[in-house]
């Protein structure tokens, strides 16, 4: 773990790509670079990335499908910073999900500027509510993304980090299956209900020390799962 915030860039530009690394880099971010759509989903997922910019037309996987995606799955911010510049193409990509527009070409200093803008709002955001839940020695970071147990960071996939907040944020509630999928992966999410026990499942094989045996995420039968209720510190 380097400490610094990470930004993914998704710009099939080579020479575009690099300059907004050299930048970001200079700004004191880490930056990662890919220039295709399927493996941006791929990175974004492993990596956990602080914000995304992304541009949209791009090789296997077109801008806005990744946008919606990564929507659905996660509260990343998102940039997009693409040529497509008519009113509808800016209020689509908002609509889709986006935290701001930059249209092509651009100066460098803006997009730097922008993306500090659009981390401090959704910091804010997160300020608001919390920054980080403690229960013991499992630790969520809500503004990385990030658990650890016992100091120890734990690998999550969206969809487990999501479905676990969402437990963690109301310690002692039943959630059903149905409210789980709704308030973890979205309304439009195409997955059965069944699919949160698989997640659940690779949830507690990653945070529990003996996960037939879960010491923070129960079954409870007849109705779904809940987070125990356990001594909880709030940062």
């Keep these: 773990m380097t400490g610094l915030l990470k930004i993914l860039i998704v710009e099939d530009d080579a020479k575009t790509a690099n300059l907004l690394r050299l930048y970001l880099q200079q700004a004191g971010y880490e930056a990662l670079v890919t220039q295709d759509g399927r493996a941006a989903l791929t990175l974004a997922r492993e990596q956990l990335p602080d914000l995304v910019v992304l541009d949209l037309m791009l090789p296997r996987m077109d801008g806005l499908d990744?946008?919606?995606?990564?929507?659905?799955?996660?509260?990343?911010?998102?940039?997009?910073?693409?040529?497509?510049?008519?009113?509808?193409?800016?209020?689509?990509?908002?609509?889709?999900?986006?935290?701001?527009?930059?249209?092509?070409?651009?100066?460098?200093?803006?997009?730097?500027?922008?993306?500090?803008?659009?981390?401090?709002?959704?910091?804010?955001?997160?300020?608001?509510?919390?920054?980080?839940?403690?229960?013991?020695d499992l630790v969520i970071n809500l503004v990385r993304h990030e658990v650890t147990v016992k100091q120890v960071l734990i690998r999550l996939t969206p969809k487990e980090f999501k479905l676990l907040e969402t437990m963690a944020q109301e310690p002692g509630r039943?959630?059903?299956?149905?409210?789980?999928?709704?308030?973890?992966?979205?309304?439009?999410?195409?997955?059965?209900?069944?699919?949160?026990?698989?997640?659940?499942?690779?949830?507690?094989?990653?945070?529990?020390?003996?996960?037939?045996?879960?010491?923070?995420?129960?079954?409870?039968?007849?109705?779904?799962?809940?987070?125990?209720?356990?001594?909880?510190h709030v940062v």
């Design 66 to 136: 990744i946008c919606r995606t990564l929507r659905l799955e996660t509260g990343v911010p998102i940039i997009i910073l693409t040529a497509r510049s008519t009113e509808e193409d800016i209020l689509n990509g908002l609509d889709t999900g986006a935290d701001d527009y930059i249209t092509k070409p651009f100066s460098p200093r803006e997009v730097v500027a922008r993306v500090r803008t659009v981390l401090r709002r959704a910091n804010k955001g997160v300020d608001a509510r919390r920054k980080e839940l403690v229960f013991g």
């Design 174 to 232: 039943a959630f059903t299956r149905l409210e789980l999928v709704e308030r973890a992966f979205g309304y439009d999410y195409e997955g059965l209900e069944r699919t949160v026990d698989a997640h659940i499942m690779n949830l507690r094989k990653k945070i529990e020390v003996d996960h037939t045996s879960p010491l923070y995420v129960e079954t409870v039968y007849g109705v779904g799962y809940r987070f125990v209720e356990v001594r909880q």
